[in-house]
């Protein structure tokens, strides 16, 4: 039994051992966090370093089958049982019709979807951008997630893999028991900044991460974990798939654990598994939806194509043979997820240009065409200055952050022009578009992606952008852009409510969002971080699949937030403390006039297609 | 929904509820008539394409022979491929070269046909400290001598600065990689992209081999040829 081979757990054998409780002590981090909190069985689990990797993951695995099933639902987490059989809609996860009926009452009724401020002209860039639609597509997977009890039902009356609804009761607790995570989040920060691929997956500081992301395959293979070493979390990550697989033979899903304010998400995207370990505030859902970036980062180097035959062909390949080098584009991915709130609100942003140069601009990709060309975008840093898109084709925001994380993660593109095979798994995840990447200057920010179906495109494409620069400078808006990109954002003073810190703006129809720079209190990245959480935690309150809100004014210690959603737009504001709530209403009414009457540079409201 | 996938020249619409196996067999296809003329443009004279592991430094080879720079930062891996065109003087002519940057990375490796197609030279590199990257090197090789005979190869053992500060890091005997070298036909030459040492040498040596080859002499012949055709449509 020892000398199983720890990359592939033999479930079936596994079950047989039987171990006394004082030799089961598994040493597998992240389930620990885990055992803690349901600690029904009360051992005491003590890390063994120097026991070998298989005997540990052999006794985690018994540990597991013998203690974690039969919980009883009664330990404290779950004051909402019933809900855990509410049918979801159509599988769903956003009612988005029953909202929509909902809202038409809106207190603005003009601004009804389409008319909000920022929505485009015609039609719209992006693939529809309502939030959770990204797990929505995903709904044949949802929908098998009703929970059934097991077969041998005394042994368990609920498995730990039952989703647990919270009520708003349960969720001002856990506002109230923030302070304490908060200072926590603060120390973490200081003893590690930022990747530290040789720290010990044994240490304290490893098990105090704020997330851990794990990627596996279904053999139980590491594939990427965000702390530590790959090598060092085989056997936690063999625990890991063998909880996936216990579960699924029972007929059911394993899609989180609760604990003590740890979250354990698991996302089954076969032939992947992705399990994200968090203790921030972020709901389920939006972990869920970060693990399914992840995937789709990997989808993007790879296709699904790809990856499903190399595992056809050998069920236990090691998969970071194929993606040696992209770490650095998750890790990245990861930061972006933190701290970039179109990631949540499934939206983009653009620079903010007068429209007569952003048209110049847009006029000029568009007349630098090629037989092939899908699409072409050109970002400054990380925000949208146009797109061109063919007709009929549409842009999903997901696959663009894909992209604006592979550019803004490599300096690569910058040595000559980059031409590399990419997927965009929104679109089409069976193949590979090929993506012209190339800077304007080597110096400047404006980075130019075309996208092409052909793979021997690249001096069509090449020939795309001299004939795009060429346009430029004759019309002289180069020099024009180049100095409107020298303030790429704007102060949220411009606004004039003095209270007002900042704010987010998603203009539904479009897909995009406008937002002004980070303010002096938040600039360090801690507090940016902190601040996105906020609004990440309105976000999901917001958009609770059973309980959606549509009007959140949220007191904190340190600033008052207001958030407003409406079927055209979604807005949050941040106030310093020493506002009220009176203030915060009237702001709003001042915000968006202000965004109607900026609307023409905030926003493109004239997409164009070739 | 119908999907549009390239396969070379050819053009495949593929229904999206495809088999997924059927579909890997496809896109794997090589183009039957390929020419190599579309990856290869009018302004550029000879095609380069290198070649070898990843982390061997190719990236910094072109860096320091192009922008006669050196990066100590990070290690940043090379997505897909970048090119670069460099002219260069051989003796009373300017030809330009163009150069392809490939990724070591092994999920690129079923697109590096289309680097190398149609290359007069082919550098591949490998790492001198570094032992595996020589095993690498020879399946490059067998690749060009399998699929791009006309190519020429050189091999290129880079970080040849390390080896200099501490001999007993090399791992790649000098003898051994010139005998391969003579096997397969190939030139050979150690470099270091952080002092500069033998990187110019190694590309004049490549433009030069190009002058020289047949190759060239076409192309020239057939330019003259076309002026002279434009010349005589004047006349009449």
Redesign the interface.
């Known amino acids: 039994m020892q000398e199983e081979n720890e990359h592939e757990p033999q479930l079936v054998s596994v079950t047989r051992i039987k171990c006394s409780e004082k030799t089961l002590r598994p040493t597998i981090p992240c389930i620990l966090h885990f055992t803690e909190v349901t600690s029904v069985t009360g051992l005491e689990f003590l890390s063994q370093p120097g026991q070998e990797k298989t005997i540990r993951a052999c006794y985690s695995l018994a540990w597991i089958i013998e203690r974690c099933l039969p919980l009883k639902p009664d330990t404290g987490m779950e004051a909402d049982v019933h809900n855990n059989s509410v049918p979801l809609e159509n599988g769903n996860l956003a009612p988005v019709d029953r909202l929509r009926r909902d809202r038409s009452d809106s207190p603005t009724p003009g601004l009804v979807e389409g008319t909000e401020p920022g929505a485009g002209q015609d039609s719209a860039m992006f693939v529809h951008a309502q939030s959770f639609e990204d797990l929505t597509a995903d709904g044949e997977q949802e929908q098998e997630e009703e929970v059934q009890v097991p077969e041998g039902g005394d042994r368990s009356e609920r498995g730990p893999e039952v989703e647990k609804p919270r009520t708003e009761g349960e969720e001002n607790e856990k506002m109230q028991g923030q302070p304490g995570e908060e200072e926590q989040e603060q120390e973490e920060v200081q003893s590690g900044g930022g990747r530290a691929k040789e720290e010990d997956v044994n240490s304290e500081a490893w098990r105090r991460h704020r997330k851990h992301v794990f990627v596996l395959s279904e053999a139980g293979k590491p594939i990427y974990s965000r702390y530590g070493t790959e090598e060092a979390l085989s056997s936690t990550m063999g625990v890991m798939m063998a909880l996936v697989s216990f579960v699924e033979a029972g007929k059911n899903v394993i899609r989180s654990i609760h604990a003590e304010g740890y979250k354990v998400v698991f996302l089954r995207k076969s032939p992947l598994v992705l399990v994200g370990v968090s203790r921030t505030r972020q709901s389920e859902r939006e972990l869920t939806r970060e693990l399914l970036y992840i995937y789709y980062q990997i989808i993007s180097l790879l296709t699904l194509t790809q990856l499903n035959h190399v595992f056809q062909i050998k069920q236990n390949y090691d998969l970071r043979r194929l993606l040696a080098g992209s770490e650095h584009l998750t890790d990245n991915l990861l930061r972006l997820l933190d701290c970039d709130p179109g990631l949540f609100l499934s939206a983009v942003t653009c620079v903010p240009l007068p429209s007569s140069l952003r048209d110049v601009v847009s006029s000029s990709l568009q007349a630098a065409k090629a037989k092939n060309l899908v699409f072409s975008i050109l970002l400054a840093g990380s925000r949208l200055v146009t797109l061109v898109r063919k007709k009929d084709q549409y842009l999903h925001h997901m696959d663009l952050h894909l992209l604006y994380n592979l550019v803004g993660s490599s300096s690569s593109f910058r040595e000559g022009e980059g031409w590399t095979p990419i997927c965009l798994p929104k679109f089409n995840t069976a193949g590979f578009f090929h993506a012209h990447i190339s800077y304007l200057e080597p110096a400047s920010d404006l980075c130019l992606i075309l996208i092409s179906t052909d793979r021997e495109d690249f001096f069509t494409l090449s020939d795309c952008k001299r004939r795009f620069l060429e346009r430029l400078r004759r019309r002289s808006t180069y020099q024009a852009l180049q100095e409107a990109l020298l303030a790429p954002s704007y102060p949220v003073s411009q606004v004039g409510i003095p209270e007002l810190r900042h704010f987010v703006y998603k203009s539904k129809s479009s897909g995009l969002y406008t937002s002004p720079e980070i303010p002096i209190p938040y600039q360090s990245e801690e507090e940016q971080e902190r601040l996105m959480g906020l609004y990440q935690y309105l976000h999901s309150r917001m958009h609770h699949p059973t309980r959606p809100l549509r009007f959140i004014y949220h007191c904190a210690e340190r600033e008052n937030l207001l958030s407003w959603v409406t079927s055209g737009f979604e807005l949050y504001l941040c106030f310093s403390p020493l506002g009220t709530k009176a203030l915060a209403i009237s702001a709003i009414n001042k915000l968006l006039k202000w965004i109607r009457k900026e609307e023409d540079r905030l926003f493109i409201l004239s997409p164009q297609t070739y | 929904m119908s999907?549009?996938?390239?396969l070379?020249?050819h053009?495949h619409i593929?229904r999206?509820n495809?088999e997924?196996?059927e579909?890997?067999k496809l896109?794997n296809i090589e183009p039957l008539f390929s020419t190599g003329r579309?990856?290869?443009?009018q302004r550029v004279d000879a095609k380069v394409v290198l070649l070898g592991k990843?982390y061997v430094g190719k990236?910094s080879l072109?860096?320091r022979y192009?922008?006669k720079r050196f990066h100590g930062g990070p290690y940043?891996?090379?997505?897909?491929?970048?090119?670069?065109a460099k002219p260069i003087q051989v003796g009373d002519k300017v030809l330009t070269l163009g150069?392809w940057?490939t990724?070591g990375?092994?999920?690129?490796e079923a697109?590096s046909r289309?680097y190398y197609r149609g290359a007069c030279a082919a550098i591949v590199c490998y790492d001198l400290t570094d032992s595996s990257s020589f095993v690498r090197l020879k399946f490059w090789v067998k690749e060009l001598q399998n699929c791009e005979q006309q190519c020429k190869i050189y091999l290129c053992g880079t970080k040849s600065d390390l080896i200099e500060a501490d001999r007993s890091i090399r791992q790649v005997d000098y003898h051994d990689a010139q005998d391969y070298a003579e096997e397969v036909k190939a030139e050979i030459f150690e470099t270091s992209s952080k002092t500069g040492r033998n990187v110019d040498e190694l590309f004049q040596k490549v433009a030069e081999d190009f002058h020289n080859s047949t190759a060239f002499q076409v192309m020239t012949e057939e330019r003259e040829m076309d002026q002279r055709q434009r010349k005589s449509c004047c006349h009449h």
């Open positions: 999907i549009f996938l390239n070379g020249i053009q593929i999206r495809c997924f196996h579909l890997w896109y579309n990856m290869s443009s990843e990236t072109v860096e192009v922008h940043q891996n090379t997505i897909g491929a970048a090119f670069v150069i940057d990724a990375a092994e999920r690129y697109m289309i």
